[in-house]
């Protein structure tokens, strides 16, 4: 089949025309700047060919022209995988490629997300775990914190279902006031009953010492006056997470965590990590962090970390908003590791949030893709668009099963002779205003 690909790209990359090639397309490629249709007609008239492909991200239907114009998907690095799932048949000259697809983009994601696992390679590897360098993929560290009021063996259950929920590797953290002899009892059970790397964070470098002695693999929060407590034989067995010594400014933060890091390479460490450290947002403000970061992966060697409870628990935000624009603020940072906790009522499910929002942004990343439109979301609250006989009429207005409610004057309609659906619908259609 003659495929024509209309792109806006200064070239197409030779792996896409590759894999187009595999599924029996005959592929031409044209660069185009004006995708209105009738311009499109123009420059297809006298050619040959089975079906033109326009980008996704045109606002134009083709629906009228005489020739077969279908939209693509946003990024042109999708369309292999969108042909290997559907015929070209079934794509739409008014509707992008990923909305024609639905649930069935959910195969694809899958498929992109496995090569991405199957396919990296890290940094090191510790604990059985690979640490990328960049990402993606990014991984998702879960907190557990121990404050000395909760059993072992619960704690073993938390760190269990935190895998469960798509942790990577579980950091046990703890207040520095806890006893070694305690923490350490906590951090050899875990390491002995759950299936992952599990990083030591006691908040006191003796007990931190003798984690690494006990095979914690990861060890958290060391600066650049404690790297040479670590004693030598140590410095080579474990990942060593590096925190700045002081919160300031990126510059500053920058400046140390360089620093650290050339001392730590100097004094024998190999498997070095880099934690920025986020703020809280607003004050003193998330953005210094993620510019660190930013710079951070441009001028250090090192895998970068970023713990995003800070920012998430200082914000009264649902967290599947905040969580998924974190991960996807820190992706384009170059952060390959994220963590989160699950301490506070609000942050309940975190762990799991987290995930999707770290599958969405490796996938996302890899194909040049927002993450839109993917087959998996993290909407729980608003949605995408309204339920069966639902219509938001503008101004906190809503049509329900032919009910028009405004949302402002909830208590003012009676809900008593409602059916049970149309009051599920009528909140939810509300979820602002409530």
């Known amino acids: 089949m003659n495929l024509v690909l209309l792109t806006n790209l200064k070239h197409i990359d030779v792996e896409v025309l590759r ?43 083709y629906s009228n022209l005489h020739v077969r114009v279908v939209k693509g998907p946003i990024s042109i690095y999708t369309l292999p995988y969108i042909l290997s799932v559907v015929s070209i048949d079934n794509l739409s000259p008014k509707i992008h490629a990923e909305k024609v697809l639905g649930d069935k983009m959910k195969l694809i994601i899958d498929r992109v997300y496995n090569e991405i696992i199957d396919s990296y390679t890290g940094t090191f590897t510790i604990g059985g775990l690979r640490i990328p360098k960049r990402p993606p993929p990014i991984l998702v560290a879960s907190d557990i914190y121990y404050d000395g009021d909760i059993s072992v063996d619960s704690l073993v259950d938390e760190a269990n279902y935190r895998v469960s929920e798509g942790a990577d590797f579980i950091v046990l953290s703890s207040n520095p006031s806890i006893d070694k002899v305690v923490y350490l009892k906590v951090l050899e059970a875990l390491m002995d009953n759950v299936e992952a790397a599990i990083a030591a964070d006691p908040g006191r470098i003796d007990t931190l010492i003798e984690a690494v002695e006990m095979g914690a693999p990861i060890a958290m929060s060391l600066t650049t006056s404690t790297l040479e407590y670590i004693p030598r034989h140590l410095r080579d067995v474990a990942a060593y997470v590096i925190i700045p010594e002081k919160i300031s400014s990126w510059r500053s933060r920058l400046g140390q965590l360089r620093k650290a890091y050339e001392k730590a390479v100097s004094l024998g460490y190999n498997m070095v990590i880099i934690d920025p450290i986020v703020n809280p947002p607003i004050y003193p403000g998330v953005l210094e962090s993620l510019i660190t970061a930013r710079e951070a992966s441009k001028t250090i060697n090192a895998p970068l970390m970023l713990g995003l409870n800070n920012a998430i628990e200082m914000a009264d935000i649902d967290t599947h908003a905040s969580t998924a624009l974190l991960i996807y603020a820190a992706t384009e940072a170059g952060v390959s590791i994220v963590m989160v906790g699950e301490e506070s009522y609000k942050a309940r499910g975190n762990t799991r949030e987290a995930r999707i929002a770290a599958k969405l942004a490796s996938v996302s990343y890899k194909l040049k893709t927002p993450p839109k439109d993917l087959g998996y979301d993290i909407l729980r609250l608003k949605g995408k668009g309204p339920a069966q006989n639902v219509e938001y009429l503008g101004h906190g207005l809503v049509d329900v099963n032919g009910l028009r409610i405004d949302c402002r004057r909830l208590e003012d309609h009676k809900y008593k002779h409602i059916e049970e659906d149309t009051q599920r619908k009528i909140l939810e259609a509300c979820i602002p205003w409530i």
Do not use: C, H
Not at 40 to 46: E, P, T, V, Y
């Open 19 to 61: 894999k187009l090639e595999e599924l029996k397309y005959n592929v031409s490629v044209i660069k185009v700047s004006d995708f209105r249709p009738e311009n499109i007609a123009r420059l297809l008239g006298d050619m040959e060919f089975d079906y033109a492909v326009i980008p996704g991200s045109s606002p134009y239907d």
